[in-house]
């Protein structure tokens, strides 16, 4: 190869570029920023190298692309991709959001309606229920008002079934009892034509000159 810098010249430029373009020179543009994998290729033109270059006595330790710049025209068209893609990117997101800003929409309207049936179901049940305790309350009232309503009849019933009965004449007799009340006592006889029985109501009124029915 030669002394001094020669290993340069007749060893390793000769080689590193067809190395290069072998390995680091089959990634694309965006793959070229991917750390990994351009190591993974440095690697490659690595082994290659050793391979030319070993049986001259050189040895690669390393290939390190460490700074590597673009023309002009290959740096303008990559950011132009990259404003493309995060634009459409920017697009894709603000679709996604507006996408599940309607599905979560959809899902507030729908739990509002669930809620608002869930409403007016219950309305609907204490108004029935409302209706059944204050039918409950008439019915209890009206069957109050029927047992009252019952018992003055039976009582009415029983007092005429008295008043008909044997106990008609006890009565009679407390009434007129009352009546000869505060007139002086004598003797008189209660049986005969002049007689005066106190029980005998008839006898009494035509004593008295009373007439049924208030006749003159």
Do not use: C
Not at 15 to 21: G, I, R, T
Not at 57 to 62: Q, Y
Not at 115 to 139: D, F, H, M, P, Q
Request: aromatic share 6%.
């Amino acid at each position: 190869i030669g002394a001094g810098s020669l290993f340069e010249d007749n060893g390793i430029i000769p080689n590193a570029e067809p190395a290069l373009k072998a390995t680091l020179g089959e990634l694309t543009t965006e793959e070229f920023y991917n750390s990994p994998l351009r190591v993974q290729k440095s690697e490659m033109a690595k082994e290659l190298l050793n391979k030319e270059l070993n049986s001259k006595g050189i040895k690669v330790e390393e290939v390190l692309a460490r700074y590597f710049k673009y023309s002009d025209e290959i740096q303008r068209n990559i950011e132009e991709k990259k404003l493309k893609d995060q634009y459409v990117f920017k697009n894709q997101s603000e679709a996604k959001a507006a996408s599940e800003e309607a599905v979560l929409k959809k899902i507030v309207q729908e739990g509002e309606a669930r809620v608002s049936v869930k409403l007016e179901e219950g309305r609907a049940y204490v108004t029935k229920k409302n209706a059944e305790k204050e039918l409950y309350a008439r019915k209890k009232e009206a069957e109050a008002d029927l047992l009252v309503q019952l018992s003055e009849a039976e009582k009415i019933k029983l007092k005429n079934a008295a008043l008909q009965g044997k106990g008609s004449e006890r009565m009679v007799g407390l009434k007129m009892a009352e009546v000869y009340k505060g007139i002086n006592l004598i003797i008189l006889p209660s049986d005969g034509k002049g007689g005066i029985n106190p029980l005998d109501l008839d006898n009494t009124l035509r004593l008295f000159d009373v007439r049924k029915g208030g006749r003159k």
